[in-house]
């Protein structure tokens, strides 16, 4: 009796609470770092809709340079007066919108095209790859001065310049892989069972060169706010009154001497937010892969 | 009685190894058989003499270049189009490494169901599924795991599985067994052949091992250097070998199993 008693204290919930708790405990830590770091990023950027310390672009003139732990302004404030923490969740915000956009926008375009160079024609795929190459060879910047030249300077130029620069990144960094698999038994014997080539290479080689896809577009994500954050230091990206990180690292230059500190916050918000899309894709590669989350699937 | 599969006069190369190396560089030089239904045929040969291409080009996955390949009578150019999933569904492969033929981002029963959806335009049903899987000897757990959460000789069976859940009429086994352990070689050599008597299954076998195609199989085919250097009934072939290739294959497989004792 008393052993029936014990089997039955282990009720249904129980069990899938420890598997639940055995399952998060299996996966890598840097999906929890590089998580937390791109949750409090995220959840900056949406707070900074409803609620900044103080109102965009107020000039606080009385309280210009305040070091950090001013009374009233934790961070301290600019040369113009502005409170570094305003600024800091505004610039964001710019980030979060102009890196999503491009490495969505990149990440599909690229892919896509990679995957159909891989899939092509064994004559066509090494002049389409030199093409890529060529455009892999272009220096980004310099793309970004050009269209910036025809466009203005802008979030938008900011935006198709940075999307430029990824988009032969991402499909060159696909082909390979791609071909690789195109090789692979598998899909010959996808091929002998009556599958065709588009099928092929949605089902088959994109769910297995996804690892990889994951960790490119975390990069790509990290790449795309230091990106901004350049064009907008070299005043090509968004302009003023919108907050950018950059612009907002531009500005400390000239405060070297008067307030050393102040270029270390964009600087830190920068560094920690490409780290976090770094780790969080790292872990997200090691927690899909059903090789290694064995104990999770089983 | 007519033939199965009649390959006359056949001509193969690879795309572009001819322009390189010249007139010379066939893959598969002036290859004529003809494979009865339900009759097993060996195919033997040393490496890169062709056997695994003689064994796609045979089941329409690859195209020659000349002569003439005939499935049911039919030319395989009549299989174009619409014909091509039925000329699918006849011929099956079993491929030498089970590891590397299934997707290993594909669990066991989305594998065994892709020869259907493919193939018949449907979704197979679960008792469709275990029926497929207990038919090879494994047991339904199997279907909601991983290739690598697998042994290689349970493999190389969800292979076979899957490969005669559309009931092909001809299956073809591209050394089936050489990627795997010793041990479970004969057991899956054995599965292969109780399967044919049960479905009556015409059974092409590429092996390089004399020994079990003179076990398995009533014909053989001996392949050097992209052309058939000897064919005919098992017996005969292996007790009178015409070719002093085929003598010295037999040899050499007599020492390697002296060895091996
Ligand atoms: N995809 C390919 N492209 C070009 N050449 C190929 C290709 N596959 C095979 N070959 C060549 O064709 C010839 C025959 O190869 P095949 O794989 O049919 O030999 P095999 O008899 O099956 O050998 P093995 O016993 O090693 O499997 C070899 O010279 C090989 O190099
Ligand atoms: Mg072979």
């Keep these: 009796m008393s052993d029936t008693s014990t089997i039955t204290a282990h009720t249904p919930e129980d069990v899938s609470v420890s598997r639940l708790r055995k399952r998060l405990r299996a996966l890598p830590i840097t999906l929890y770092l590089g998580g937390t770091l791109i949750s409090l990023f995220v959840f900056v950027v949406l707070v900074s809709f409803i609620w900044t310390p103080y109102p965009a672009n107020k000039l606080n ?10 009374p009233g302004f934790l961070l301290g404030t600019d040369r113009a007066g502005r409170d570094v923490i305003t600024e800091l969740m505004l610039g964001a915000r710019n980030s979060l919108y102009v890196s999503v956009v491009s ?9 896509l095209i990679g995957l159909s160079i891989a899939g092509s024609n064994k004559m066509l795929q090494r002049p389409l790859t030199r093409l890529v190459d060529t455009g892999l060879a272009l220096p980004g910047i310099l793309t970004a001065m050009v269209i910036a030249a025809k466009l203005g300077a802008g979030n938008t130029t900011a935006t198709i310049a940075i999307i430029a620069w990824q988009i032969p990144v991402a499909a060159r960094v696909t082909i390979g892989p791609a071909r690789q698999i195109l090789a692979l038994d598998y899909v010959e014997a996808a091929y002998s069972y009556g599958r065709k080539k588009p099928y092929v290479i949605r089902h088959h080689v994109l769910p297995n060169i996804s690892p990889l896809l994951i960790v490119l577009g975390s990069v790509m994500f990290a790449a795309a706010i230091l990106i901004e954050a350049a064009l907008a230091f070299l005043g090509v990206g968004v302009q003023p009154p919108t907050s950018s990180w950059g612009r907002f690292l531009n500005e400390t230059q000239s405060l070297l001497e008067a307030a050393p500190y102040l270029m270390f916050f964009p600087g830190i918000a920068i560094v920690l937010t490409t780290l976090g899309f770094n780790l969080l894709g790292d872990g997200l ?6 090789q290694q989350s064995r104990s999770g699937l089983a | 009685m007519t033939s199965l599969v009649e390959v006359t006069n056949m ?3 690879y795309p572009r190894a001819r322009i390189i190396a010249g007139e010379a560089a066939w893959t598969l030089e002036d290859i004529s058989l003809s494979i009865q239904p339900k009759s097993t045929v060996g195919i033997v040969g040393e490496s890169g003499s062709g056997k695994s291409t003689l064994v796609r080009v045979m089941c329409g996955l690859l195209r020659h270049q000349q002569g003439n390949v005939k499935f049911n009578g039919k030319d395989l150019s009549e299989f174009e189009g619409d014909g091509a999933n039925d000329l699918r569904r006849e011929n099956q492969i079993v491929f030498q490494n089970p590891r590397r033929s299934l997707d290993p981002r594909m669990t066991i029963r989305r594998s065994l169901s892709e020869p259907i959806r493919a193939l018949h335009n449907r979704q197979p049903g679960d008792d469709e599924i275990i029926a497929t899987i207990e038919r090879v000897g494994l047991g339904r757990e199997v279907l909601s795991r991983f290739p690598h959460q697998l042994s290689g000789g349970q493999l190389q069976r969800v292979g076979i599985a899957r490969s005669l859940s559309v009931q092909p ?7 089936p067994v050489s990627a795997l352990d010793v041990s479970v070689q004969a057991q899956v050599l054995n599965l292969l052949m109780d399967l044919r008597d049960q479905l009556g299954l015409t059974l092409v076998m590429v092996s390089h091992d004399l020994g079990v195609v003179s076990r398995m199989c009533e014909e053989i085919v001996v392949m050097r250097h992209g052309r058939i250097a000897e064919a005919g009934r098992t017996d005969s072939v292996l007790a009178r070998p015409d070719s002093n290739y085929t003598a010295s294959l037999l040899k050499a497989a007599r020492a390697a199993s002296l060895e091996r004792a």
């Design chain 1, 61 to 70: 003139l009385a309280n210009r340079m305040a070091p950090p732990g001013t």
């Design chain 1, 103 to 111: 490495t969505v926008v990149a990440m599909f375009v690229g892919t």
């Design chain 1, 285 to 290: 590669r090691t927690a899909l892969d059903p």
């Design chain 2, 11 to 13: 001509y193969f190369h």
């Design chain 2, 169 to 175: 009429t001809i299956l073809y086994a591209d050394e």
